[in-house]
């Protein structure tokens, strides 16, 4: 199964210096719910929920990213698009994390 990050964990947990961790190890509030999905696709303002796909190149042959590196660079693009007027929530796609 396939369960979509929410960028804005992603952001706080890049700016704490973190390191993106497999799916298991992630807390289920690093993840969108069920009934922020619901909500994004009922609420006629919202014109249902971006979802930002990617995948990259892993930095070892143990861990993507073992220094945060691409979590960072990948937390500031998705602050700038949640900066936007027109994106209020995101949900993101990432091979590992996802």
Sequence with gaps: AVAL??????????????????????????????ADLIFAMAD????????AVLSCPWLTTSHPDPRGANLS??????KALLGSSYIS?????WDFGS
């Design 5 to 34: 990050l929410d960028a804005q964990r992603i952001i706080s947990h890049a700016e704490a210096s973190g390191v993106l961790t497999h799916r298991q190890s992630l807390p289920r509030e690093a993840f969108l719910s069920l």
């Design 44 to 51: 006629p303002a919202v014109f249902g929920l971006p979802v």
């Design 73 to 78: 660079r990948v937390a500031k693009a998705l």
């Design 89 to 93: 929530r995101l949900g993101v796609f």
